[in-house]
T-cell receptor, first 115, second 112 residues
Framework: DGGITQSPKYLFRKEGQNVTLSCEQN?????MYWYRQDPGQGLRLIYY???????QKGDIAEGYSVSREKKESFPLTVTSAQKNPTAFYLC??????????????FGSGTQLSVL | DAKTTQPPSMDCAEGRAANLPCNHS???????VYWYRQIHSQGPQYIIH???NNETNEMASLIITEDRKSSTLILPHATLRDTAVYYC?????????????FGKGTKLSVKP
């Protein structure tokens, strides 16, 4: 089945540790996105990429890094510089240039907690 | 992009229609209205979008007022599985999907 796979479902980070969240899609979508969601809040954009080897910062990029070496993959690293990393992280993808019919497809999310 | 206002929560009886309102009084002529929903601990799911005409698909209907300052998402026969947070968003034609602003939405509780 086509879709977006995020792993792991739950992740724990120790103080000063970098952790990487995986996001893979087999929808052949050009664009991929990372969002952060805090309890009872909406989604905030961390990074997005519309093409391989290129990505842009979203609203809250500080303390995070990404790479886009393959069309199918867009991993997110939460660095030790992110002082409040506990949140639900969502990855999404979309077709670029489809116009108003373009829509986001989301993964099932990763819950990151600090030990 | 225009800002939207939604009630924080609503209840609906199972089998009845759920009507979720959204106010977007500052919407401009080239902005579309999108609806997504998020079931607890899952990623949001696209429902429907429209510009000025009413739209219907297998999930829901979208009614946009003539002045486009508000809209209503209708789930015709709500089930328990429709319990979720529903987000109303506006976005420019051709705007990046990454610019979709997911606010707090409306938490819909469908009750037996």
């Amino acid at each position: 089945d086509g879709g977006i796979t995020q792993s792991p479902k739950y992740l724990f980070r120790k103080e000063g540790q970098n952790v990487t969240l995986s996001c893979e899609q087999n929808l052949n979508h050009d664009a991929m996105y990372w969002y952060r969601q805090d309890p009872g809040q909406g989604l905030r954009l961390i990074y997005y990429s519309q093409i391989v080897n290129d990505f842009q910062k979203g609203d809250i990029a500080e303390g995070y890094s990404v790479s886009r070496e393959k069309k199918e993959s867009f991993p997110l690293t939460v660095t030790s510089a992110q002082k409040n990393p506990t949140a639900f992280y969502l990855c999404a993808s979309s077709i670029v240039g489809q116009g108003p019919g373009e829509k986001l497809f989301f993964g099932s999310g990763t819950q990151l907690s600090v030990l | 992009d225009a800002k939207t206002t939604q009630p924080p929560s609503m209840d609906c009886a199972e089998g009845r229609a759920a009507n979720l309102p959204c106010n977007h009084s500052t919407i401009s002529g080239n902005e579309y209205v999108y609806w997504y929903r998020q079931i607890h601990s899952q990623g949001p799911q696209y429902i429907i979008h429209g510009l000025k005409n009413n739209e219907t698909n297998e999930m829901a209907s979208l009614i946009i007022t003539e002045d486009r300052k508000s809209s209503t998402l209708i789930l015709p026969h709500a089930t328990l599985r429709d319990t979720a947070v529903y987000y109303c968003i506006v976005l420019n034609y051709g705007g990046s999907q990454g610019n979709l602003i997911f606010g707090k939405g409306t938490k819909l509780s469908v009750k037996p």
